[in-house]
């Protein structure tokens, strides 16, 4: 018995030195080895971005932007580059903002307006005119009509027998209350003393300033969603019909 279980002790640690043997033959015993990628470098480019906000209408300074390194593969279509443009800074110079920019973003040519005329004439887009139109905080939602919204004008007329009140202009553009444009009113609500500049056709002009010589305009705030640009766009491509109704040409949309 003391022979067989010698034995039987001897099988066994040969057969564990011969599996320990075939571990370190094969390399079990050392670690895998890793592979380190190296990081990849970004490439960057230096562009012309806003270091403050710029509202609408405001001439640009040397305080208002400066190059900032961006990464090339995410490179804003229409950015202003150093390596295109190395003289933008004094180019830029001067220019009128047509449109808010933040801080941090990218200066667009499209943006900005090289004119030595007044402001308003330079935001105004082709074939518009500016018209003021005489208001009062009760005709105008209460002061809470800003400059970039939407309205549509309101005539009221007085007769002996009572007032009749028709809509003559839809979803028209408010450029200022009273010297106060987009972009610079700190206020919830602007109360006009006085006027309402808008943005017209040169036919709309005349009818407002038609309107205003036979009774009173009334302004009346759109919605958002209702006084899109679109909006407008599909009513136009409708048929227009010209009529007259107590001495004022407007514009009926036909169904």
């Known amino acids: 018995m003391k022979v067989a279980r010698i034995l039987v002790l001897v099988v066994a640690v040969v057969a564990g030195l011969l599996a320990f043997r075939m571990v370190m033959l094969s390399g079990g015993g050392e670690p895998a080895p890793q592979i380190v990628q190296a990081p990849t470098e970004t490439k960057t480019t230096q562009v012309l971005i806003a270091d403050v906000d710029i509202p609408l209408g405001a001439k640009l300074t040397k305080e208002n932007f400066d190059w900032s390194d961006w990464p090339e593969d995410a490179l804003p279509r229409g950015a202003v580059t150093k390596a295109n443009t190395p003289a933008a800074q004094e180019d830029f110079l001067g220019q009128i903002a047509k449109a808010p920019i933040f801080a941090g973003e990218p200066i667009r040519p499209e943006r900005l307006i090289n004119t030595d005329k007044g402001f308003m004439a330079a935001i105004l887009p082709k074939g518009k005119r500016a018209i003021a139109v005489r208001v009062e905080e009760e005709t105008t939602a209460g002061g809470f009509i800003l400059p970039g919204d939407k309205v549509d004008l309101i005539l009221t007329r007085r007769f002996d027998e009572g007032a009749v009140s028709e809509t003559i202009l ?60 679109d909006a407008e766009e599909d009513k136009s491509r409708r048929n227009d019909v010209s009529y007259v109704k107590y001495g004022i040409t407007s514009k009926a949309i036909a169904p």
Do not use: F, H, W
Not at 175 to 199: M, V
Not at 203 to 217: D, K, L, P, Y
């Open 170 to 229: 839809e979803n028209k553009r408010v450029l200022a209350i009273d010297a106060t444009t987009a972009g610079e009113q700190d206020q919830k609500n602007l109360s006009p003393k006085k006027t309402a500049t808008l943005e017209l056709t040169l036919a709309e002009s005349e009818i407002v300033a038609q309107a205003q010589q036979t009774g009173t305009i009334s302004l009346a705030l759109r919605s958002a969603q209702d006084s899109a640009d």
